[in-house]
Every structure is written in C-alpha cells, then in structure tokens.
C-alpha cells in the first residue's frame, strides 16, 4: 500500500473548520484512501473513505485531489469532542489496514 | 457502524502468566479480524491477521507462539498472550471485516493488558 504523509499536529478553535491534510503520491488506482481516528485510550473510529470522488457523511467531508496524490479531511465544525489523532491510510481491497504516525488534532475553545 | 466488543477493558497480570482477550463482532459475521499492539505514544502495530477456521497470518517479528490467536467462529477471535512478561503490556486492539472485499474495518475498544 503507498505511503502517506500527515502533519505531526494541528490546532483548531472549537466552531471552526478543521482541515486535515494528506499527501499520498505514490497511491496506485485501486488504492482507497480512508481516515479513521482515536481519541485517547480508545480504539480507532472509522470516519470516512474515498477513492476518487469527494465524500461526505455526517462527521466528516473528504477531498481527493484530481490527480488522487493527496486529500484534505474536513471537519466542518469542530469542538472539543474532535481532539484525537487523526490516521489517513491508503489501501487497496482486501489488503491489511496499517496505520501511520497521524495527526494529533487539539481543539481549543 | 458494525459494533466490535472487546474484553476485557483492561487487565492485570502476574509475569509468566497467560491472559486472553476476547474480541466478539456484534451485529455481523466477521470472516476476518485484525489484531494491532499499541505502546504509549506511538501509532497501532498490526501483529497478526486471522480468518475464521484457518490459522493466523502474523507479522514479521511477532512470535505466534507466544501470541495465540483463534479465530473459531465468525463472530469471535481470541488472542492469549502466553507466559506473559512486563514488557508485553500495551494496549491491545482488534478489528473485524464484514466481507471479503470490505471497504471499511470496525474495531474494538482495546485492552490494556499491565503485567506485573
């Protein structure tokens, strides 16, 4: 699976958008991009996935460029409840979900 | 989503000794589940790959003796830690694939396993 590239940290002021970014040059057709997150002390929370068309659910909108080498999570409004670490992953179907670093996500108020 | 159960929450245990930890799908049959290893402060590891009624797939570096894996039905794994040691505590977490060519994965809660 190609390999994706997150910030370290972000902030974000409760009530505003958060923007989450991820590059993934090296993606291949097959591969979909997913984001999941985890707030401390929990297990991972699916949030959203794509592969080439932007998506948008109740949590969450993502943002695949054109040329699909990076995508964008977008939470609309954050709030205090969004701090966690945030994992972007590439994969393709039917292969093994393998996380990387994320990005730690602090909501202020 | 699917609901993945994980117990117990948390654990403590004596060195040398074994500990299981059950990792149950809810409300749907799970043909395969995922066991990831998580130490403070870094990111999960996936330790092993398990389909129900065959034998699990582990990750290079981990020992599958020493980390029994079972998945017997399609809505239970099990994962022993064997002759536990300090080193081993971590949080540990499972997730489970609804269908074969799945697009989303579905994970438990984890376990924080503390050997003493």
């Known amino acids: 699976d190609a390999k994706t590239t997150q910030p370290t940290s972000m902030d974000c002021a409760e009530g505003r958008a958060a923007n989450l970014p991820c590059n993934h040059s090296t993606i291949s057709g097959n591969e979909y991009v997913y984001w999941y997150r985890q707030i401390h002390s929990q297990g991972p929370q699916y949030i959203i996935h794509g592969l080439k068309n932007n998506e948008t659910n109740e949590m969450a909108s993502l943002i695949i460029t054109e040329d699909r080498k990076s995508s964008t999570l977008i939470l609309p409004h954050a709030t205090l409840r969004d701090t966690a670490v945030y994992y972007c992953?590439?994969?393709?179907?039917?292969?093994?979900?393998?996380f990387g670093a994320g990005t730690r996500l602090t909501v202020k108020p | 989503g699917a609901v993945v159960s994980q117990h117990p929450s948390w654990v403590i245990c004596k060195s040398g000794t074994s500990v299981k930890i059950e990792c149950r799908s809810l409300d749907f049959q799970a043909t395969t589940m995922f066991w990831y290893r998580q130490f403070p402060k870094q990111s999960l590891m996936l330790m092993a790959t398990s389909n129900e009624g065959s034998k699990a797939t582990y990750e290079q570096g981990v020992e599958k003796d020493k980390f029994l894996i079972n998945h017997a039905s399609l809505t239970l794994s099990t994962l022993t830690v064997t002759s536990a040691h300090p080193e081993d505590s971590s949080f540990y977490i499972c997730?489970?694939?609804?269908?074969?060519?799945?697009?989303?994965?579905?994970f438990g809660q984890g376990t924080r396993l503390t050997v003493v």
């Open positions: 992953i590439v994969r393709a179907v039917n292969n093994d979900m393998r």
């Open positions: 997730s489970a694939k609804i269908t074969r060519t799945f697009t989303e994965a579905f």
